[in-house]
């Protein structure tokens, strides 16, 4: 599955997107946008941005930390207005979410 992009601004996204690759699952040494877990990322013409994410398990360690961090970052990201991230758990992650690179770096391909 491959997260849902809303935009007209692809320079701007593209730059969530890298930046959304820079965070990672502490127990899983692959970034959060390579494990599928961005559902949907939504700019709108003036530059607020929605996220809609989950996690590997809602039982995660990070549950409470992961998503603040991820907001925090893409809050600096430069020409962001403002960032509304939602956490949700439908449809359940899957590791077959995964992109094709993870899925090689963590020895499932």
Known sequence: MSAIIITKNTELMQRVIDEIKTCFDPEIPVDIWELGLIYELDLN?????KVVMTLTSPNCPVAESLPADIKNKLQLVPGINSVDLKLTFEPPWEKEMMSEVAQLELGFM
């Open 45 to 49: 013409e003036t530059n607020d941005l």
